[in-house]
T-cell receptor, first 113, second 115 residues
């Protein structure tokens, strides 16, 4: 299975503060994704990327930025964190081609006070 | 974009019986349909998938059926065990442009298998 790692695994932030969540994959996948998971909403796509230098808006991008400085790394940035952004965040990577699929990282629990 | 509806949201079955989860999608161009299992505190893990060139796929006790005309796909777990208790998500991807690169998920089914 593909190796996707996230840091930090747990984070407590204050309202109005800046939060950066990091994701790394070592399988040379072109595409990377950031989701948040909340009870009753399932997995919702925030931002995704086709490759280094590219970022695309997902279904719920407001309040979030993304950065893909390299093939391996994809960051999610909350410039001004709010309590409504308290959630579990999953990074994923994958190439949805003929042979491949999407693999999730272990998740980051973010609490915004 | 794609919309995926998943039912039921909660499913409770007795050990050794079967469990079935159904999903429908809107985009007739969708061509890839994975299923993920998520245990408490863990990340979603792929358990089985099917592509649009197939109607049925089985991996041990997991069966996936795809009906492209009805835009419906389903997961059937045979001979359930308590270890099958978890949240299950269906997803769909495919079609034109950016939708080919991303999955749209259903909202999940919480399966409980009782002894």
């Amino acid at each position: 299975e593909a190796a996707v790692t996230q840091s930090p695994r747990n984070k407590v932030a204050v309202t109005g503060g800046k939060v950066t969540l990091s994701c790394n994959q070592t399988n040379n996948h072109n595409n990377m994704y950031w989701y948040r998971q909340d009870t009753g909403h399932g997995l919702r796509l925030i931002h995704y990327s086709y490759g280094a230098g590219s970022t695309e808006k997902g279904d719920i991008p407001d309040g979030y930025k993304a950065s893909r400085p390299s093939q391996e790394n994809f960051s999610l940035i909350l410039e001004l964190a709010t309590p409504s952004q308290t959630s579990v965040y999953f990074c994923a990577s994958g190439d949805l081609g003929i042979q491949d699929t999407q693999y999730f990282g272990p998740g980051t629990r973010l609490l915004v006070l | 974009g794609e919309q995926v509806e998943q039912l039921p949201s909660i499913l409770r079955v007795q050990e050794r019986s079967s469990a079935s989860i159904n999903c429908t999608y809107e985009n007739s161009a969708s061509n890839y349909f994975p299923w993920y299992k998520q245990e408490p505190g863990e990340n979603p893990k792929l358990i089985i998938d099917i592509r649009s060139n197939m109607e049925r796929k089985q991996i041990q006790g997991l069966i996936v059926l795809l009906d492209k005309k009805a835009k419906r796909f389903s997961l059937h777990i045979t001979d359930t065990q308590p270890a099958d208790s978890a949240m299950y998500f269906c997803a769909a991807s495919g079609g034109s442009g950016g939708s080919n690169y991303k999955l749209t998920f259903g909202k999940g089914t919480l399966l409980t298998v009782t002894p």
